[in-house]
């Protein structure tokens, strides 16, 4: 029995808001009718600059000049696929003057909700789910990751094809690889006139950057290994 025709294990609403947040290096801040581009974010994203708490934190911490605030991200993929947008995710809450003693550029936010748009939906994660979310250990490196993938070994692409059940149908144009996280790869498989996306899974989910390449050689073994007869591409 082919492993991969199992259940697809795949990041939680949670984890994918905490990973865009994390990788983000831009941002959109809507406030008083107001719209900002905020760019070049360090290399902590989102949650290098701005602190969310709870409403209950901020009556503790005494009231003060608030103001509603909307924090708008976009999850572009790096790779040139059709329809680049993967995600949108929506921060709400009233936002602080600077905390702490940090850089000006710091603030600290009451949470609203946070609302993250994708493929599967719309869902809202609570300030809870955000906090206890594990960080993907590579957020920050899948760009990079992917990009290495496609442009220094484009050949090993059409090999993790193999792994794709159902087989991919007659007519196929090209694969490309979407996404990267700690529990496997997203293959874009596009046609003339649409495109499908498929998850390759690890054998378990990578909780340290330096596992990732290992993670990413065990699938391409066993895709050498896989028996797959039959046209890819039309």
Known sequence: MCPYSARVTRPTPAERVQSILYAARSMTVVSDGCRAEVHRLDDAGTTGRIHLHSPAEGALAGTGSRVPVRLEFTDIAPTAVRERLRARVTLTGLLAARYGGESPRSACMEFGQALVEDSDGRRFVTLDELQDAERDPLATSEASMLTHLVDSHEELVPLLVRLVRPQPARGMVRAVPLALDRYGVTLRLEYPGSHRDVRLPFA????????????????LATARRAAHHGRLFA
């Open 204 to 219: 378990a989910p990578v909780s340290d950057i330096d596992q990732a390449a290992p993670r990413i050689r065990a699938l």
